[in-house]
């Protein structure tokens, strides 16, 4: 796609400071492409690198000395060529550094200029001048570091024009040969695969006599030939003009569509932060007001922190003043027209007010950039010299040097930040993978919710005014999405009445949680926000409904469904159906509705981006061939589950059948040399007898990426019995399937699979072989799914319970009715469960371990909160039932509610209980460990 840039989230980042593959304490590319799947799994699509170019690093490589070759201590080409495959192959875009307008002095094109005739053609690719007094009045960039824009050299006998460091000569755009060397070392490096080029320094290429030699038309018509070069060879391929200039300025550089792809906007940035400081959103809202309009093929580039200062260039002298004082209190803090520092230094380490910082990043027109380590938080280092301070090394865990190098921490190229706060002890990347709540976590939700939604990178944006000035609120809209985003700038909790009414009918459903807001009528639709808090709620004409399930509502009928099934054309062999383009066309067209129609697929609520197969491979070849599959479906909220779909191709009479009586389980109709459909195939006895077989013969089934395995218990022989087995499908559908075998098997096929053991199977598996409890099915095998891990299951036959006789008073026997026979059974049979799970000391994961008095009170709060929220919501039903059955059932929680208080109270007091648990705190697996 041409225009992928617009939807792209850019990371920029820098070789030297992100890993360092051979602990010279340096970053390099092994380091670099090392960790790509940190930022695959961040949700980035496109890497911005900095200069990584051969150079004497006076300036962090902006100071190039040959445009054609990697920096040694960074890699060889081999190791770029290594990257680029490597983040390609990850879906990540990479945007590297063209920076032409200056070189190094030590460039070789300089070398044979300063030494060259004045008039030579070597001379003329720099800017040379007799006197300092040409282009008089031109500012001066790095005012810390320059007092002039012109440099005197020795060889030459004359001075050289710089805007930058005075060991960064200009080139001369005047020279048409400098524009064809350059248009040489573009075509190298998108030769080489690049995807996108930010163009450096880009408005001070030409210099005028009586100008400020920024901005010229001349400058323009240079962009539009490099445009156009670009062009021709490629289509894909994208500009970014990195030109630190007013809003109307900066226009120019989209020119018609025939220049930049993307501009960076610089004035807003210094706003956003003005903003916040002020508790005022105006500062925003009038640079956005100002901001002109852009071609149709361009694209805004929206940062919050880069490698530089702060900026504030362009801002008035008053702002500027406020920005020093608020955010750059120490001298050491400000550099050129700048605060050099970190995002979260800036705000005071505010967790709430970098989340806040982040939705106006990721929710205005344009596309954001995050600078690396501040998706962790990182701090800075004001003591280092120029800019150095934000550049510190990627801080990736707590240890020697924070993981970014093994070397002697005295060889690294700049210390890790250390103090308490921000240090790498503190804040690193393998503490906050752990933490749920962690930044990066929230970082990692927030792109993919944007990801989600075109309108963030390409819908029109409108601001909603409301008479609390403190209180941001916009309109992004894109082909018929529609999102309105609340802010919060100030610390304190505010309320907000906005006019909504064009919106009249329509829900707010909001984003992060999917909770859905009262829907918006004829009056001020009325919010409160905590401080620094922000709202993205995207507006739905009919919402889905969030609290309940909800049954596909189209083509439940069985001709609808067989009218909506999609056709895809097959030859004569089926069992390479899923091996080619028709599984593409399968999950783009009708994995979604057939996933939607069945029983057992839990994300009915929840709306879906896309599903795929994650792996698939033959149960059984041949003309009607039986697949299994493993389906990946991934939600709008981010979300993702796995599902186990056996499937078949077939056809003939049996399948006739099924599509008469369960058309919803037909998934697509093939045609061509041949007919028939595509179904699910627990229907076909075939595929219970080939799970069978590879039990009975312990034979493996590969996938094409994983395997699916059996196991066996030990009395898998005995449970089975001898000769075949007739299959028939059991009963309802549930969250699972069953298939039963004669009397004496049952398989019960999990649908939906996580990672790690089921507990089903452990439980089930462990009960069998390792205690006398007879009371519950045995395992006789199951199927292990291999790879990224899950388990399918074969559980034996149940044996029959008798019942017990119980005595129970006469009292209770009169109100409960037959009820408490089944209720003493239920009692009985857990605890005897409970008994033959505690049983067994050996097994660590399963050895009892002391059930404290807190557990016990745990215990009882959940019941007691589970009362309260029965009560609750009968209360919210009241209405809805008839008056006595409202007033009685109240009552009755009510009372079950107070004697669980009691209870409580009473053990808080003196515990009556001694227990022991299993697979608690001890066997420490999370969400897998059951109580017991
Ligand atoms: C802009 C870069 O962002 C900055 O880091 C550099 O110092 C100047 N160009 C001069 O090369
Ligand atoms: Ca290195």
């Not at 010279?24 to 496109?46: H, R, V």
């Not at 009586?210 to 894909?236: F, P, Q, S, V, W």
């Not at 989340?355 to 600078?371: N, Q």
Request: hydrophobic residues 40%.
């Amino acid at each position: 796609m041409s225009d992928w840039f617009k939807d792209a989230i850019i990371y920029e980042a820098h070789v030297r400071a992100f890993f360092d593959s051979n602990n010279d304490g340096i970053g390099d590319f092994p380091g670099l492409t090392s960790k790509l799947d940190y930022l695959q799994a961040l949700g980035i699509n496109a890497l911005w690198l900095l200069p990584f170019y051969p150079s004497p690093l006076r300036d962090d490589g902006y100071d190039i000395a040959d445009y054609e070759g990697v920096h040694p201590s960074y890699g060889t080409i081999q190791d770029f060529e290594r990257f680029m495959d490597e983040a390609h192959r990850r879906g990540i875009r990479v945007i590297t550094e063209l920076v032409i307008n200056h070189t190094s002095d030590q460039h070789p094109w300089f070398q044979a200029a300063r030494r060259a005739p004045a008039g030579s053609p070597e001379r003329e690719f720099y800017v040379w001048s007799e006197t300092k007094q040409k282009y008089q009045g031109v500012r001066i960039i790095f005012t810390d570091s320059e007092t002039s824009n012109w440099s005197w050299d020795d060889a030459a006998g004359a001075y050289y024009w710089h805007r930058f460091f005075h060991h960064q000569p200009d080139l001369n755009f005047d020279n048409p040969n400098v524009l064809d060397a350059v248009l040489k070392t573009m075509n190298v490096w998108v030769d080489r695969g690049v995807d996108g080029l930010r163009l450096d320094a880009v408005p001070y290429l030409i210099e005028r006599e009586g100008t400020i030699c920024e901005n010229l038309e001349e400058t323009h018509a240079i962009l539009r030939k490099i445009r156009r070069a670009m062009d021709e060879r490629y289509n894909d391929r994208m500009l970014i003009a990195e030109a630190n200039q007013w809003p109307a300025d900066v226009r120019p550089y989209f020119g018609d569509g025939d220049e930049c792809h993307m501009a960076f906007h610089f004035p807003l940035m210094p706003r956003i932060f003005m903003a916040l400081r002020q508790e005022d959103r105006h500062p925003i809202t009038e640079i956005l007001r100002q901001t002109p309009e852009i071609p149709e093929n361009s694209q805004w580039g929206l940062f919050l922190r880069n490698h530089d200062e702060l900026t504030l260039e362009m801002v008035t002298d008053e702002e500027r003043d406020y920005m020093y004082q608020a955010y750059a209190a120490d001298p050491r803090m400000r550099i050129n027209v700048g605060i050099r520092r970190r995002l979260a230094p800036l705000v005071e380490n505010s967790r709430r007010q970098i989340e806040l910082l982040h939705s106006l990043l990721f929710s205005f027109p344009g596309t954001p950039v995050i600078y690396y380590g501040d998706e962790i938080g990182m701090g800075d280092n004001i003591y280092l010299g120029d800019r150095n301070g934000v550049r510190t090394p990627m801080q990736w865990t707590s240890d020697r040097n924070a993981g970014f190098s093994r070397t002697d921490p005295a060889q690294l190229y700049a210390p890790p930040i250390m103090d308490p706060v921000y240090g790498y002890q503190a804040i690193n990347v393998e503490a906050q993978e752990r933490s749920p709540f962690s930044l990066l976590n929230w970082m990692k939700r927030l792109i993919a919710l944007r990801k989600q939604l075109k309108v963030f990178g390409r819908g029109t944006l409108e601001f909603v005014p409301s008479a609390n000035r403190k209180i941001l609120t916009y309109v992004r809209a894109f082909e018929g999405e529609t999102v309105l985003c609340v802010a919060n700038l100030s610390r304190t909790v505010q309320p907000v009445e906005l006019d909504l009414s064009r919106f009249k009918g329509m829900t707010p459903v909001e984003m992060l949680g999917l909770t859905e807001f009262p829907r918006i009528g004829e009056v001020p639709y009325f919010l409160t926000l905590p401080g620094y808090n922000f709202y993205w709620f995207r507006l739905q004409a009919q919402p889905s409904s969030i609290t309940g399930q909800r049954l596909s509502d189209a083509g439940t009928s069985s001709d609808d469904i067989r009218a909506s099934l999609p056709a895809f054309f097959m030859g004569v062999a089926w069992d390479t159906l899923l091996d080619g383009n028709v599984r593409t066309l399968i999950e783009r067209e009708s994995l979604v509705p057939f996933l939607q129609r069945q029983r057992w697929f839990g994300g009915k609520a929840r709306p879906i981006r896309a599903a795929h197969f994650l792996d698939w491979g033959p149960v059984r070849r041949g003309s009607d061939p039986l697949f299994a599959t493993i389906v990946e479906v991934d939600y709008q909220d981010g979300g993702r589950e796995r599902y186990f779909l056996p499937l078949g191709a077939a056809k003939g009479a049996h399948v006739d059948a099924t599509m008469a009586s369960a058309p919803q389980l037909a998934l697509a109709r093939l045609t061509g040399a041949r007919k028939g459909v595509v179904i699910d195939a627990t229907v076909d006895e075939r595929y219970g007898a080939a799970l069978l077989e590879s039990f009975d013969k312990l034979e493996s089934i590969p996938l094409k990426r994983g395997v699916l395995r059996p196991r066996r218990t030990d009395p898998y022989e005995q449970l089975r019995g001898d000769g075949p087995l007739a299959m028939r499908r059991i009963g309802a559908e549930q969250s699972n399937s069953s298939l039963a075998f004669g009397d004496r098997l049952i398989v019960k096929l999990f649908r939906r699979i996580e990672d790690g053991p089921n507990p089903d199977v452990e439980i089930g598996e462990h009960l069998t072989a390792h205690t006398a409890f007879r009371r519950s099915p045995q395992v006789a095998a199951w199927l292990e799914y291999e790879s990224p891990g899950a388990i399918i299951d074969l559980l034996g036959p149940e044996p029959l319970l008798d019942l017990a006789a119980m005595l129970t008073p006469q009292a209770i026997r009169e109100v409960s009715g037959a009820y408490i026979d089944s209720a003493q059974m239920l009692g009985r049979r857990t605890a005897e469960l409970h008994i033959a799970l505690a049983s067994d000391t050996r097994t660590q994961a399963f050895a009892p371990e002391p059930f404290a008095r807190d557990d016990y009170a745990r215990l009882l709060a959940d019941a007691i909160g589970q009362a309260r929220r029965a009560s609750e919501l009968l209360g919210g039903r009241a209405a809805t039932l008839p008056q006595d059955v409202a007033s009685s059932s109240r009552s009755a929680v009510e009372q079950a509610e107070q004697a669980l208080h009691a209870r409580h109270m009473a053990h808080a007091a003196k515990p009556r209980i001694s227990s022991v648990s299993i697979r608690g705190r001890r066997s420490g697996r999370d969400g897998q460990g059951r109580r017991s």
